[in-house]
């Protein structure tokens, strides 16, 4: 098998300034270095086709061998179409990010970073309940006044303080706790109770 | 007992609508299942037992043992397969006996208006059945699947108090410490399985000691060391005991039979199973003791500190469970009687003291012994229920806990006595000996706490029990008496397990007569005589009653010495620790920045490869050429391609990166060509038009220059990563190429393509015939990215609600606005307006509807010259592609071009009146066509995408040689028009609007102005000094 060096060496300067691009903020940057990407990946089964040839049109007295290979002409055709459409959808995103957030840039994803800062309290697992020693709390009465005889007892939960009523109706981990405001909001709610 | 199963599960799947009809009253009905199970279960006996004597020849696991199998997935040895032994059936008396009482109980424990008692009743029911199947399976995976039914079974119903923290978090505990241990075991299981080659537990049995002894004999003592794992966490045995007690925050009733009576002990009962086989295995002894005896002893030892009934009887079952698992886990024929009438016995009692506390609790409101005063003079059945629970659970005389533990203490006193242990057995037997006087006086504690008379508290209201309440555990405890008085039942249930232990008789020994079984492993009797047990049994007595007595010192003791670990504290340290490491590898991984992700999976996908091929050290391979002989202008086009490249990546202006990008797709296309495909180099030269338009109609908002915004140090690595995934993309291609040795399939297109084909252009028979399902999956990609576009754009609805040109006003389009009047670009355009008012012909058909600075009167006559005469050539591509050059796709980018030139002549409303379907429509017909082409020789009895040649005359024409494959192309041709004018429609009319709508909110004068009239009203006013009437312009008004 041959390997045309000219068409690689092309193909290598077509990915690596593609890649260069993709590793950019500039959304358009990333755009135009998906298009040499795909330019170079075009030219890499271009390059599998061996030696230039003739035009793959069929006459009885050519040799097949003789023909620039069909197979991979076909694939990048293919190939060439569907970027066409990838680029047109990549173009619809830019102008809609563009349109809504005024920016051509890649944000950073803040809720990775929020995730990262996470404390590891976490009111499901880590706030301190109060003991029950029974299912049935007084008044037996009414069994929907269920925690009323406890609602004066407060818990040190992650540096604060809440109702253990509150503590134990903490549903959220992550999000409810995480900032100062939250907290006096709980308080006061449960103060004003 | 398929059918029992079924039972169970088909019941409990119908549950909750019936509790929806009758409230509580449905536990009855549950209840029933059980119950009915249970007498058929009394039915087996005989079955199970043998006929009178048991005369069978064989080994007596064969004896008539009842099995059912049904295969499941005969590929995996998987199986459906029950045998209902001797163990199985003492298992089961237990599980469906207390699970009927319990359902009974729970029908008078729960109020009707209590939410979720659908699914609790039809939890605690699967679970009835799950346990059944857990103790009758006889295939280990089998095994394992009920097991872990049960697990999450429990967690649903420890969970029951769903809106409690105390209940979700306990739950969750108890979850993740038995499911940890049942993963434990099933890798055990797997390893034993895979040892024995079988994975039934009957056949592993029958083999188990040439596997202890055999060449696996490692093997199988890791595996077993992993069941019992599973055992211990399942079974609550230190250091998995903590989640027992923090599991009381389920109701009563479940902790009474999955805590008591039911699952946990199928840890025992998975040590009773394995036990007969590998009792010699390096670990079991040591592990089943030590772990047994320590549960045993800090089991009750918490008991005594606690001040909840409820705690004090869930570390009582602590203790027990490990007291239990010792006896059973000894593997001696005495042992494993004593053993079995333990487990039975536990179940009894503890289930009726665990009922008696739920009674307590539901009537008093209270579960704590510092509150609770005077309730055996509320009321005195209850205590004499609990009475006789706590005494069987003590070993006082006469009740089924006595005759047990004095059986275990025989066994216990053989075990010291018989050479080989050394010192242990003496040790094991004083560690009983100290736990039973800890199980005595946790007894009297809790019987004090519950009903006694405290002074100085105050008693305790109680409500007064209905019988029916009362009823469950007051026949659990009647059948303790009855297990005391007359044990011989049991004793006869329980031989046949204890036959399996007598050393040397498993396989010859058909006979189990009772005198030899009975020589090895003794009876169950209320009176053995004076024996030694006996006085063990008279000091523990002593023993519980003075720590009972003084109770006070023993508190004191108690509270002075620190607890000096706290495996509760230790599980929840060690989950904070995970959660700790969780949130620290995702902050590491998961920075929420596309680069760095980009950066680490690029970097991975130059690094291996290219370690790959410096670790395969291989010669580059022969065949290696810079210049193609046939082609050398290559070097040229290569040259202006990299050149175009490097530009696009240093430029700075966003249209001429843009630009520099087409530069290198125009020069692939040249490349193309010089390599000798000219269907690629035509194609590709319409895309790169296309998308050249495609990106100055989407970027036209955005600004001009293009900063690189990830400077610095980032810049390096970027460069690094591109130029080192650039080489690594070289050689890898060159190795790959240089590793072909094979004919390319290829080299039988040409044949192919015209003989089968039909065509001269091999490549376009390739994508339409050869390759068709390949093209048909492409245009289905194209459809989608077109409406995509076109989703992205229009957010509401996709573009058809264009008025027609005729009802646009003038000159109403792309106007510009708040130009300086008095600056130059101000007197340019009033020039050009001024001029807009000659009357022009309309070379186009929406022309006029465009602002007049926006129009060129050149490129309207162009595209009225040009545009049919490119429609025409996209139709010639498309039908003279099978022969020459075209095809589909370059046919419909010809006509997509047309239809650019004639929107960026004559503005949108041109483009509406060029095309008057809309492109959705385009798309689904385009597909549809290529569909049918492929359906269509189906019907006509060939294959999917077959095509024929049809040879006919035409006049003019001549004779034509039709291919059917053309019809599939011409599916392509217009799929693809209909992408080209989403794009048109997408990037271009619409984002037109959004400018136009733009800057008459932006204006201050503009700002109330509609589109249309008013618009036209103000900019008329304005140009009333440049001469222009107003009336001129609103001629056009339709």
Same mark, same amino acid.
């Not at chain 1, 795909?38 to 050519?62: C, E, Q, R």
């Not at chain 2, 490491?581 to 992700?597: E, H, K, M, P």
């Not at chain 2, 385009?926 to 009895?941: F, K």
């Given at each position: 098998?041959?390997?045309?060096l +000219? ?5 290598? &300067?077509?990915? $690596?300034?593609?890649i260069?691009? *993709?590793?950019?903020?500039? /959304?358009?940057?990333?755009l135009?270095?998906?298009?040499l ?7 890499l ?5 061996g ?26 055709? +293919?190939?060439i179409?569907?970027?066409? &459409?990838?680029t $047109?959808?990549?173009?619809?995103? *830019?102008?809609?990010?563009? /349109? ?13 970073r929020?995730?990262?800062e ?29 925690a009323?005889a ?6 040190e &939960? ?18 409810a ?7 006096t ?9 | ?9 088909a ?20 209840a ?32 008539g ?7 499941w997935?005969p ?25 009927a009482l ?62 409690r ?19 434990a ?12 080659g ?6 592993i ?26 055992a ?39 040590v ?12 079991w002894?040591?592990m ?35 007291f ?18 333990m ?16 009674i ?8 704590d ?10 009321s ?30 025989e ?5 010291a ?15 009983v ?5 800890l ?11 519950a ?6 508290v105050e ?13 469950a ?6 059948l ?29 020994e058909g ?8 020589g090895?492993?003794?009876h169950?009797?209320?009176?053995h ?7 063990l ?67 991975v ?8 091929l ?33 530009a ?10 843009v ?7 125009y ?21 790169e038009?296309?998308i ?9 908002s ?9 400077g ?31 004919t ?10 015209y ?44 573009g ?18 708040g130009?300086?009047?008095s600056?130059r ?17 309309p ?5 006029r ?6 129009r ?14 490119m429609?025409?050539?996209s ?17 419909g ?26 492109a ?12 049918l082409?492929g359906a ?6 060939g ?22 494959s ?11 028009v ?15 609007e ?45």
């Amino acid at each position: 098998m041959t390997v045309n060096l +000219t068409l690689l060496t092309v193909m290598g &300067a077509l990915y $690596a300034c593609g890649i260069y691009l *993709i590793l950019e903020r500039s /959304l358009t940057r990333v755009l135009l270095g998906l298009m040499l990407l795909a330019n170079a990946t075009n030219l890499l089964i271009l390059a599998t086709g061996g030696y230039a040839g003739l035009a793959p049109f069929f006459s009885k007295d050519t040799d097949p061998g003789s023909y620039n290979d069909p197979l991979p002409q076909a694939l990048i055709l +293919t190939s060439i179409v569907i970027s066409f &459409a990838v680029t $047109a959808f990549m173009l619809g995103i *830019i102008y809609r990010t563009w /349109l809504l957030a005024r920016q051509d840039d890649i944000q950073d994803d803040i809720e990775d970073r929020r995730v990262a800062e996470t404390p590891s309290f976490d009111a499901e697992d880590d706030a301190v309940i109060p003991v029950e020693t029974s299912e049935f709390p007084l008044p037996m009465l009414g069994s929907d006044g269920s925690a009323a005889a406890e609602s004066t007892a407060t818990v040190e &939960a992650g540096g604060r303080t809440l109702l253990a009523e509150h503590a134990a109706l903490e549903e959220k981990p992550g999000s409810a706790n995480f900032t100062t405001d939250t907290d006096t909001d709980t308080d006061t709610e449960g103060g004003a109770k | 007992m398929i059918t029992v199963l079924a039972v169970h599960f088909a019941v409990a799947a119908v549950a909750p609508f019936v509790f929806r009809k009758f409230g509580r009253n449905s536990f009855y009905a549950l209840a029933a299942v059980p119950a009915g199970s249970f007498v058929w279960l009394l039915f087996q006996h005989a079955a199970v037992y043998g006929a009178g004597a048991p005369v069978a020849i064989g080994s007596p696991a064969e004896t008539g043992a009842p099995v059912e199998t049904v295969p499941w997935i005969p590929g995996l040895g998987l199986e459906f397969a029950f045998r209902m032994d001797a163990l199985a059936w003492v298992m089961s008396l237990l599980v469906l006996g207390v699970g009927a009482l319990v359902l009974v109980y729970c029908a008078r424990y729960f109020k009707d208006k209590d939410s979720y008692l659908g699914g609790f009743g039809a939890q605690l029911l699967a679970f009835a059945g799950a346990m059944f199947g857990l103790v009758t399976a006889d295939d280990l995976l089998m095994m394992f699947i009920f097991w872990e039914l049960t697990t999450v079974l429990s967690y649903l119903l420890i969970g029951y108090a769903r809106t409690r923290l105390a209940a979700r978090r306990s739950a969750l505990q108890a979850l993740m410490v038995t499911t940890a241990g049942g993963l434990a075991m099933l890798v055990g299981l797997i390893m034993l399985g895979a040892s024995a080659g079988t994975y039934r537990i009957s056949a592993i049995l029958e083999q188990a000691p040439g596997l202890v002894s055999g060449p696996a004999a490692g093997a199988v003592a890791a595996a077993v060391v992993l069941i019992l794992v599973g055992a211990v966490t399942k079974s609550a045995l230190v250091p998995f005991h903590f989640w027992l007690p923090g599991a009381m925050a389920a109701p009563t009733p479940v902790s009474a039979y999955l805590h008591a009576a039911a699952m946990v002990k199928a840890g025992v009962y998975i040590v009773a199973r394995l036990a007969p086989g590998f009792t010699d295995t390096a670990y079991w002894l040591p592990m089943v003791l030590g772990l047994g005896l320590a549960t045993m002893l800090v089991g009750g030892y918490r008991a005594l500190r606690q001040t909840d009934i409820k705690l004090i009887l869930a570390y009582g079952t602590v203790s027990q469970l490990g007291f239990i698992t010792m006896v059973v886990g000894l593997g001696k024929p005495d042992a494993a009687l004593a053993g079995l009438a333990m487990l039975l016995a536990h179940g009894l009692f503890k289930a009726t003291l665990f009922l008696v506390v739920g009674i307590i609790d539901h009537q008093s409101g209270t579960r704590d012994i510092r509150k609770l005063s005077g309730v055996f003079r509320s009321s005195r059945a209850l205590g004499i229920v609990a009475g006789i629970g706590a005494a069987s659970m003590a070993g006082i005389p006469l009740l089924g806990g006595f005759v047990a533990k004095e059986s275990v203490l025989e066994a216990f006193l053989h075990f010291a006595s018989a050479p080989g242990y050394g010192p242990w057995g003496a040790v094991i037997l004083a560690g009983v000996v100290l736990g039973s006087v800890l199980t005595f006086a946790y007894s009297a504690r809790f019987m004090w706490g519950a009903f006694a008379v405290k002074p100085g508290v105050e008693r305790t209201p109680f409500k007064a029990i209905r019988p029916s309440f009362l009823a469950a555990p007051a026949a659990l405890s009647v059948l303790t008496i009855v297990y005391g008085l007359w044990p011989a039942p049991v004793d006869a249930w329980i031989q046949p397990y204890a036959a399996l232990f007598i050393e040397g008789t498993q396989l010859t020994e058909g006979t189990s007569d009772a005198g030899s079984t009975a020589g090895a492993a003794g009876h169950l009797a209320l009176w053995h005589g004076l024996t030694p047990a006996l006085g063990l049994t008279a000091i523990t007595f002593a023993a519980g009653a003075a720590m009972f007595y003084g109770r006070r010192l023993v508190d004191r003791i108690q509270s002075a010495i620190p607890p000096w670990f706290d495996a509760d504290r230790g599980y929840q340290l060690t989950i904070g620790a995970l959660d700790d490491v969780a949130v620290w590898i995702t902050g590491r991984t998961q920075r929420g920045s596309l680069y760095f992700y980009l950066a680490v999976i690029l970097s991975v996908a130059f690094v291996l490869p290219m370690a790959a091929l410096i670790a395969a050290n291989k010669p580059l391979p022969e065949g290696l050429y810079f210049v193609d002989p046939n082609s050398p202008l290559q070097l040229v086009a290569g040259a202006g391609i990299v050149i175009g490249a490097l530009a696009a990546v240093r430029a700075n202006k966003r249209f001429l990166a843009v630009l520099m990008v087409s530069v290198t797709g125009y020069g692939i296309a040249l490349m193309f060509a010089l390599q000798g495909a000219p269907d690629l180099a035509l194609t590709q030269m319409l895309v790169e038009t296309i998308i050249l338009v495609a990106f100055v109609l989407a970027m036209r908002s955005l600004p001009a220059e293009l900063r690189d915004r990830t400077g610095g140090k980032y810049r390096v690595v970027r460069v690094i990563i591109g130029l080192a995934f650039g080489a690594t993309m070289v050689f890898a291609a060159i190795h790959a190429m240089g590793a072909r040795i094979a004919t390319p399939v290829s080299l039988e297109f040409p044949q192919l393509a015209y003989e089968g084909g039909g065509g001269l252009n091999i490549v376009n028979v390739t994508l339409v015939d050869i390759r068709a399902w390949d093209t048909f999956g492409e245009i289905s990609v194209l459809a989608l990215a077109a409406t995509g576009v076109a989703s992205l754009i229009f957010v509401r609805g996709r573009g058809d609600r264009l008025r027609t040109a005729s009802a646009v006003a003038e000159g109403t389009v792309g106007r510009r606005h708040g130009v300086d009047k008095s600056s130059r670009d101000g007197a340019a355009l009033a020039l050009t307006r001024k001029f807009a008012a000659a009357a022009r012909d309309p070379w186009l058909v929406a022309g006029r509807t465009l602002a007049p600075e926006r129009r060129s009167i050149i490129f309207e006559v162009v595209t009225r010259l040009v545009f049919h005469s490119m429609i025409i050539f996209s139709l010639y591509l498309l039908l003279a592609g099978h022969n020459l050059p075209g095809g589909g796709f370059a046919g419909g980018l010809m006509a997509g071009l047309a239809l650019t030139l004639r929107y960026l002549a004559g503005g949108r409303f041109e483009l509406h009146e060029a095309t008057p379907i809309s492109a959705g429509t385009l798309l689904g017909i385009g597909l549809a066509t290529a569909a049918l082409s492929g359906a269509a020789p189906v019907l006509l009895g060939g294959q999917v995408f077959q095509s024929a040649i049809i040879e006919f005359w035409l006049p003019v024409f001549g004779d034509i040689k039709f291919v059917t494959s053309t019809i599939f192309d011409t599916g392509v041709y217009i799929v693809v028009v209909g992408l080209v004018l989403d794009v048109l429609r997408s990037l271009g009319a619409e984002i037109d609007e959004h400018f136009e709508e733009r800057p008459l909110q932006l204006d201050g004068q503009d700002g109330a102005a509609q589109e249309g009239a008013a618009g036209i009203q103000d900019e008329a006013s304005e140009e009333v000094p440049g001469g222009v009437p107003a009336e001129s312009t609103r001629g056009g008004t339709a």
